[in-house]
C-alpha cells in the first residue's frame, strides 16, 4: 500500500462529493462503459470509478506454503471477447470465435497492472489457444496460468485414462508451457463422482507423476458440490487450493446450481472449512455470473449511499477480497472497461471491515427478497386458457420488487405494514379470475415464453406470498 494511492485518493476531488449520491439521481462517470456487464442497469453505470494509475499495480498476497505471490484479482478467461462481427461479448458458449487482438490488449493490460494468475479450460472452447498465444509474448515467469482437467461428460470426453493424458498434452501446447503453475480437477461435486471420473481409471495418480516431475505445479479442484460433500474430497490429498463460488448473495446459503440439487451450501461454510484446513481459495463467481454488476436501482442505489466509489459489482468484489484467505479473485471478463474497473478496485484495495461485511449480508437479505421476475410483457404467453393475467401478475410483483417494497412476511422489517398495503393494492387490482391463485399448473404458457420465465413456479410464489400477507 505505502507506494500505491488507494482508491479514494485517486477520487478525491473528484465530482461525486458535490453531486447527490443518495438521491439516486443521473450522476457522471469518468468511465463510460457499463462495468462489470454488458447490460449493467442505468444505476450501476453511473456510478464513477476511476482507472487506476499507469504504472500501479494490485494488491498481492503471499502465499508461503506454496511459495507464490498472486494479485488479489485473477483473469478468467471463460468469457473472453468474441470477434467483433460475432458480437465481441463472451465466446464461450456463444459460439463465436475469440477476438486474439483484443485478448492480447487485455492481456498486456493485466500483466502491466500487476494482474498474474489467468484462468482457463479445455472445456472453454478457444481459450486455452487464445490465452496461450497472448501469454507467450510475455517473460514466462511474469504470468501464471491455471487450466483443468475437464473431463466431465459434456458428450465429448469420456473419462478415460488415455483422454486424459490427451486432455493435458494438449493444453501444454496450447498454452505453450511446460508446466502449468496452477492444475485443477474441474467441477467436483462429490467424492462417488471423483471417484469414477479421477480415481477409478487412474487419472489422479497420472496427475500425481505429472506433478513429481514438474509439469504441474500446484494441484487442486473446483467445487460445484455442498456443504457435505466437501470434507470427503479434502480429506483425499494435500490439495494446494480449492477453487469455490463465493459471493456476498451467496454467503448465507447458495442455490444448487449445476445438476441436481446438491443439498445444504453456503459460501460461508465452505469458506470456513477450507480455511480451517490451511487451504487457501479461489473464488469464482465473485459477482454470481453478472446477477450482482445488474441491481435494480434501488439495491444499487442502497448500496451507493454507503460505499459512493464502489459500483454494485465494486461492492461484491470487496466483499469477496476482504476475505483474509482468499488467495485470487476470478472474474470473467469480457471486454477492457470490465478489466479496467476490476484492476481500479484492487490498486489499493480497501477491505470492508466487519461493519461493512455485515452491511453486505443487509444488502444479500435485499437481493434475495426482491427478485426481478425477467418479464417484458410480450405477451406471449397469453391467452391463459384459465384466464390467469400472467404478465399483470408479474408488473406488480416487479413493481414491488424493483422499488425494494415486497413486503417480508416475517414481519422483520419495520416498513412491513405500509409494503404490504401497498403490495395488497396492486395486486387486487388485478381481475379476481385473472390472479396468481387461479393458476393450474397445466404448463401451457411455459414453451411460448421468449425469457424461459419457470411461470407456473413464478406465479406460485406470488400467491403463497399473498397467502402469507
Ligand atoms: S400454467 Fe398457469 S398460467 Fe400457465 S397456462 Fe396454465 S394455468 Fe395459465
Ligand atoms: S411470454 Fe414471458 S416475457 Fe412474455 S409476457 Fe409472458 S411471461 Fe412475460
Redesign the pocket.
Same mark, same amino acid.
Given at each position: 500500500m505505502d507506494k500505491k494511492i488507494t482508491r479514494r485518493e485517486a477520487l478525491k476531488g473528484m465530482f461525486f462529493a458535490s453531486v447527490g449520491l443518495a438521491s439516486g439521481g443521473a450522476i457522471l462517470r469518468s468511465c463510460t462503459s457499463s462495468g462489470n456487464s454488458s447490460s449493467a442497469s442505468a444505476a450501476s453505470a453511473a456510478i464513477p470509478w476511476t482507472e487506476a494509475p499507469e504504472g500501479s499495480k494490485v494488491d498481492t498476497r503471499t502465499w508461503s506454503k506454496m511459495g507464490e505471490t498472486l494479485g488479489l484479482l485473477g483473469l478468467g478467461c471463460m468469457r473472453l471477447p468474441s470477434l467483433p462481427s460475432e458480437g465481441g461479448q463472451g465466446g464461450f458458449g456463444h459460439g463465436g470465435h475469440l477476438d486474439q487482438e483484443a485478448v492480447n490488449q487485455m492481456i498486456d493490460y493485466a500483466i502491466a497492472h500487476g494482474v498474474n494468475y489467468f484462468d482457463t479450460a479445455p472445456a472453454y472452447g478457444e481459450s486455452e489457444v487464445v490465452t496461450g498465444k497472448a501469454l507467450s509474448r510475455h517473460p514466462r515467469e511474469s504470468y501464471k496460468i491455471a487450466t483443468k482437467m475437464s473431463n466431465m461428460a459434456f458428450g465429448r470426453q469420456e473419462p478415460t485414462l488415455e483422454a486424459a493424458k490427451t486432455m493435458f498434452e494438449t493444453s501444454l501446447k496450447n498454452l505453450q508451457v511446460d508446466y502449468v503453475d496452477f492444475f485443477l480437477l474441474h467441477n467436483v461435486t462429490n467424492i462417488d463422482e471423483f471417484n469414477k471420473r479421477f480415481r477409478d481409471n487412474g487419472v489422479f495418480d497420472y496427475i500425481l507423476e505429472q506433478k513429481a516431475a514438474g509439469r504441474i505445479k500446484h494441484l487442486g479442484f473446483s467445487f460445484h458440490g455442498s456443504n457435505a460433500t466437501l470434507p470427503p474430497l479434502v480429506d483425499l490429498y494435500d490439495w494446494g487450493l480449492v477453487q469455490i463460488q463465493l459471493n456476498y448473495a451467496d454467503w448465507k446459503d447458495m442455490p444448487a446450481n449445476w445438476g441436481p440439487p446438491q443439498g445444504e451450501t453456503s459460501s460461508e461454510y465452505l469458506y470456513n472449512y477450507l480455511t480451517e484446513k490451511g487451504i487457501p481459495v479461489l473464488v469464482m463467481e465473485p459477482v454470481k455470473g453478472g446477477a450482482l454488476a445488474n441491481v435494480s436501482d434501488a439495491l444499487a442505489g442502497v448500496m451507493r449511499e454507503r460505499h459512493p466509489d464502489l459500483t454494485p459489482a465494486g461492492n461484491a468484489l470487496t466483499f469477496v477480497g476482504s476475505l483474509p484467505n482468499v488467495m485470487i479473485t476470478l472474474s470473467g471478463m469480457s471486454n477492457m472497461e470490465q478489466l479496467k474497473e476490476n484492476v481500479s478496485i484492487f490498486t489499493g484495495f480497501e477491505p470492508f471491515d466487519d461493519k461493512e461485511m455485515a452491511f453486505m449480508q443487509t444488502v444479500a437479505d435485499l437481493y434475495k427478497s426482491n427478485v426481478h421476475i425477467p418479464c417484458t410483457a410480450c405477451s406471449y404467453?397469453m391467452p391463459?386458457?384459465?384466464d390467469?393475467n +400472467?404478465p399483470g401478475n408479474f408488473r406488480v410483483f416487479n413493481t414491488a420488487s424493483d422499488s425494494l417494497n415486497i413486503p417480508d412476511p416475517e414481519k422483520k422489517d419495520k416498513n412491513y405494514n405500509k409494503k404490504k398495503k401497498a403490495f395488497l393494492k396492486l395486486y387486487n387490482e388485478l381481475d379476481k379470475g385473472a390472479r396468481a391463485d387461479? #393458476?393450474?399448473?397445466?404448463?401451457? #404458457?411455459?414453451p411460448k415464453c421468449p425469457q424461459h420465465i419457470s +411461470?407456473?413456479d413464478q406465479?406460485k410464489m406470488i400467491s403463497d406470498l399473498v397467502a402469507k400477507l
Open positions: 404467453c391463459c386458457p384459465h390467469v +400472467i387461479q #393458476c393450474v399448473t397445466c404448463n401451457a #404458457c411455459l +411461470i407456473p406465479l
